[in-house]
């Protein structure tokens, strides 16, 4: 797959259109989303200059020494927030695979308040935890939160079109995402000093959890594959200037499995003698509210089909999924 190929659909050309466009334009969306399940977003109208800070506030956080780093650790195995190091985290067993744990380290922070009246102790003690934050570097903070609000935004604004390519009313998931326990996690790959063991990848086989995924990638990376309807192992290409979209699985089992939550995985670089193996992204796991019932869309639904699956609650079906990632203390 290359940039010319991977779908590039224009967020500001769908919300400036009307009537049979505005609808065209959702059907382009539903027939990526049942192929492969990916696509680029441009248009998106996030400030670069909110991007940019972010991202290389992220930067020299991974820079720090690691003890510096760990001082922001997360305080126990399976706690969702804060710093978390090399090899603690295995993805593919998220899907019941054995594999040895993953080569990247992340820093990752919830929700950015606590809606009044929550009570849900599970709620509280995983989605809202606090978010372990590091003293340096100077803006960490800010950066971060203005980039987690502005995706906030511009997923609420994704799922506009998810309802309109679904021939549901535009505002059909609103009150669905209006308090989501979504979560951003920036990821650095380190430089590959030595050889993985076998079958150890950057991150594992795994689809993602929730409704979508915004992924920003490093510019001019390699790495991301999808597994494409044939079977085979595809790269997915960074799109200068817009965001990589994901479908979660809260997303397939909302439409029935009309729409695709495609396995994917970041592979170890093979780069010439000299080159920097080094990589960096971000990952906006947007995830329905936390009592909120995911089940089959009427829409999804062809007269006489049966439901694939129960219903599930968006906050249990996310923590069951993120436990089983985590490597236990030793």
Not at 169 to 192: G, M, V
Not at 206 to 225: E, F, R
Not at 239 to 249: E, K, S
Request: charged content about 20%; glycine content about 8%; overall charge negative.
């Amino acid at each position: 797959m290359s940039a010319k190929s991977f779908p590039v659909f224009d967020l500001s050309r769908f919300e400036t259109a009307t009537g049979a466009d505005r609808e065209a334009l959702g059907a382009e969306v539903d027939r990526i989303c049942r192929e492969t399940g990916f696509l680029a977003i441009s248009g998106h109208g996030v400030p670069q200059e909110v991007i940019d800070r972010a991202w290389n506030a992220a930067h020299d956080f991974f820079d720090l020494p690691a003890q510096e780093k760990h001082e922001a650790r997360a305080p126990y195995a399976g706690y969702p927030y804060g710093y978390l190091g090399p090899e603690l985290e295995a993805l593919a067993k998220s899907r019941g695979e054995d594999t040895p744990p993953d080569l990247k380290e992340s820093f990752n922070g919830g929700p950015l308040s606590v809606p009044e009246g929550l009570n849900d102790e599970q709620a509280l003690a995983f989605c809202y935890a606090d978010t372990i934050w590091p003293t340096g570097p100077a803006g960490f903070r800010d950066a971060w939160t203005a980039y987690y609000r502005a995706m906030e935004d511009l997923a609420a604004r994704i799922m506009q079109v998810f309802a309109v390519a679904l021939h549901l009313p535009e505002d059909a998931f609103a009150a669905t995402i209006d308090k989501p326990i979504s979560a951003l996690r920036a990821l650095n790959y380190p430089e590959q000093a030595v050889p993985p063991k076998p079958g150890q990848l950057r991150a594992g086989a795994h689809t993602d959890y929730g409704s979508l995924t915004i992924l920003l990638p490093q510019a001019g990376s390699g790495g991301l594959q999808i597994l494409d309807p044939a079977g085979e192992w595809v790269d997915v290409p960074p799109v200068p200037g817009a965001f990589v979209i994901n479908i979660g699985d809260l997303m397939a089992r909302w439409t029935n499995d009309r729409w695709v939550s495609t396995l994917h995985r970041v592979v170890n670089p093979q780069l010439a003698a000299g080159a920097s193996s080094r990589r960096q992204s971000f990952a906006f796991f947007h995830q329905p509210n936390w009592h909120q019932e995911i089940a089959c869309l009427p829409t999804c639904l062809a007269p006489g089909e049966k439901p694939k699956y129960e219903p599930v609650l968006s906050g249990p079906y996310l923590m069951s999924k993120f436990q089983a990632t985590v490597k236990p203390a030793a």
